[in-house]
């Protein structure tokens, strides 16, 4: 079959050929291809080390350079297209599977490099110039089948790289696949390999299986659930945050749940937004901990964020992602019956003005993922319609929204010390935000006017 490959990628395999030698599309970029869709980076490879391409790429728009000398991986630049330049090679691995080869072996054939890969479907080469597929290992009939197989044993295979095995739930829960049943047992044994993988490399798997949905639209329903239940199963989960498993029979009142914690957990992960899983995910974490400590659910949402926090900094999340997750936990329940005072929600609000539009989606999940329609009010749409009247009724939602600023407390009263200026226009500020009409200037002015500080409140 002929697949779609860019001028700039022809031109480059038309150079390569001066040697002798044919220039490959290779992994992802092909698999996909054969499928009917483009949507991965394009990886390429060929028997040429960097020593041996170099003097052909002389004089000519590309450059190249490496990435990783170890592996040969060479990074080829032309115009606004980048491509990476694996030379064929064999790999030997350390027992403990920590991703990076031992040594590395070049000047090896198209099927040696084949065997050094993770999957038949990842093992299928394109010959750029001469439009043709090379199937050493039968990766597209596993394709056909919608099965991933190891490119060698399952042992051999995920012994090499434990990485292997969150790549393996990742591409089976993007594309529906299923995992052949050696190979899954296996991945099941060599889990705590993982230990052995960067915090960053985990992250990175983890969080485009937490929105395996979004990576190839339409392939598979509820793919990131598919992903999830896959972590589950592989005892990945448990690996990576324990106190979920805590949630499994945990029951919940059955008023308000159809399901126990930890199915909660995955009716809310299935209905949240992709922007929030990692939150919907541990959202409810705390709970079996609250019990333990308190013999109720009562603090699940406090005891949750400092579990969540705990390994979000293991896994070297960002500051802002940490700051934001956590934040989505903690205050996930806040008016869980819906009795807040309008004015105190006001105030909610605004403070936490930057996660308010995620946290409304968390709340909404959170309530489908009960399983049960009650009765009352619907807290996510209280929420939405009581945001949208405070953008639109001059609402503050920051201090440089206020109508009146400092310069206008020190002209108006200058009896008053500097150091309480903030102290006022932090007051007016909240009166304005629970009664918008309090923010007009005259009214402010009025205010300041009239204003006395209260020293020993302060």
């Not at 070049?106 to 065997?115: G, H, M, Q, R, Y």
């Amino acid at each position: 079959m002929k697949i779609l490959t860019s001028e700039n990628l022809k031109k480059l395999a038309s150079i390569y050929s001066q040697s002798g030698a044919n220039l490959y599309i290779v992994g992802g970029y092909v698999r996909n291809a054969i499928m009917g869709f483009y949507n991965t980076d394009c990886d390429i490879a060929g028997k040429l080390t960097l020593e041996e391409l170099s003097p052909l790429l002389k004089d000519t728009p590309f450059d190249a350079v490496f990435q990783d000398k170890k592996t040969g991986t060479v990074i080829i630049k032309c115009s606004d297209e980048v491509f990476e330049y694996t030379p064929f090679r064999g790999e030997i691995y350390d027992e403990d599977g920590c991703h990076r080869p031992k040594s590395v072996k070049f000047n090896v054939s198209l099927t040696e490099d084949a065997k050094r890969r993770d999957f038949t479907i990842n093992a299928i080469y394109y010959d750029i110039l001469n439009e043709k597929t090379v199937d050493p290992l039968n990766g597209i009939k596993d394709i056909n089948s919608r099965i991933i197989r190891a490119v060698t044993t399952p042992e051999q295979v995920m012994s090499n790289d434990g990485l292997r095995i969150l790549r393996l739930i990742r591409i089976a829960a993007e594309l529906g696949f299923n995992i052949e049943k050696d190979l899954f047992k296996t991945a099941e044994e060599k889990v705590n390999m993982l230990k052995a993988i960067s915090a960053e490399r985990i992250k990175k798997e983890l969080d485009k299986i937490l929105v395996a949905d979004t990576k190839y639209p339409g392939m598979t329903e509820n793919a990131h659930v598919t992903g999830l239940c896959l972590l589950d199963k592989l005892n990945v989960l448990g690996l990576l945050f324990p106190e979920l498993l805590n949630l499994k029979g945990l029951k919940q009142p059955e008023k308000y749940h159809e399901y126990d914690a930890f199915e909660h957990t995955k009716e809310v992960f299935k209905y949240s937004a992709p922007d929030i899983r990692l939150a919907a995910l541990l959202h409810d974490i705390g709970k079996a901990e609250s019990i333990k400590l308190y013999h109720n659910m009562h603090f699940h949402a406090e005891l949750g964020a400092k579990i969540a926090l705990k390994y979000l900094t293991a896994l070297k999340y960002s500051n802002s992602e940490k700051r934001e997750t956590v934040a989505l936990i903690k205050n996930h329940d806040y008016d869980i019956d819906g009795n807040t005072k309008e004015s105190k929600l006001r105030l909610f609000i605004v403070k936490n003005y930057d996660i308010i539009n995620k946290l409304i989606e968390l709340k909404k999940a959170d309530g489908m993922g009960k399983g049960k329609k009650l009765e009352g009010v619907d807290i996510s749409k209280k929420w939405y319609e009581l945001l949208n009247r405070m953008k639109s009724d001059n609402t503050p939602f920051k201090l440089s929204d206020l109508k009146v600023n400092g310069i206008d407390i020190l002209n108006l009263r200058p009896d008053i010390e500097k150091t309480y200026i903030k102290i006022i226009l932090e007051n007016l500020f909240k009166e304005a935000v629970m009664n918008p009409r309090l923010n007009e200037r005259e009214k402010l002015v009025n205010r300041i006017k009239e204003y006395k500080i209260d020293k020993e409140k302060i």
